[in-house]
């Protein structure tokens, strides 16, 4: 039984293993873009939402292998900013941009600003061996801190305080931050579906 990963990230696709390999039983094999042959390129993110992108890079991958494919899209939405930035996070500081930019054009976007709520969100779109679509959502509140802390993590980690927690999710360790993270909780949601079904073995 195989599931493959559709990401290019480096970063996400380890945190998404080292979850999944936590979840699922030892029978089902993850594979990553790295593992596929032809190589698969980037694949323009073009939706308005969450859940269009995850769908349309587990979509596109299963169309180019057949295999059952899992991808996610990650947003951080600000309340002060109206929900910004959202569902471009990733590139929220522009073409090139880098987790460092996006974090300082946060900061200065909420430089003087005392209501720092902000939502992490991610959707996991599966692929079934089907064809069939499946998406599981998970989100956890937090602050915005006032200034970088932490070594641990990446994107807008160490600038992310989750609720009932002194300490960004950089300052976490993975075990701690996977097991309340907005990405740990949308795959929870993803493997107990597994679990439930069989459209997924090839």
Known sequence: MTILLATHNPHKREELRKILRGELSNGIEILTLEDIQPPVGDIDETGTTLEENALIKARTIFEKTGIPSVADDTGLEVDALGGEP???????????????SNVLKLLDAMKGVEDRRATFSTVIAFVDVNGGEHLFRGEIHGIIAREPRGANGFGYD??????????TFAELSDSEKNAI???GRALRAFTRYLGSTTNFAT
């Open 86 to 100: 959202g569902v471009y996070s990733a590139r929220y500081s522009g073409e090139g941009a880098t987790y460092a």
């Open 181 to 183: 993270s907005h990405r």
């Open 158 to 167: 160490p600038i992310f305080i989750p609720e009932d927690s002194g300490r």
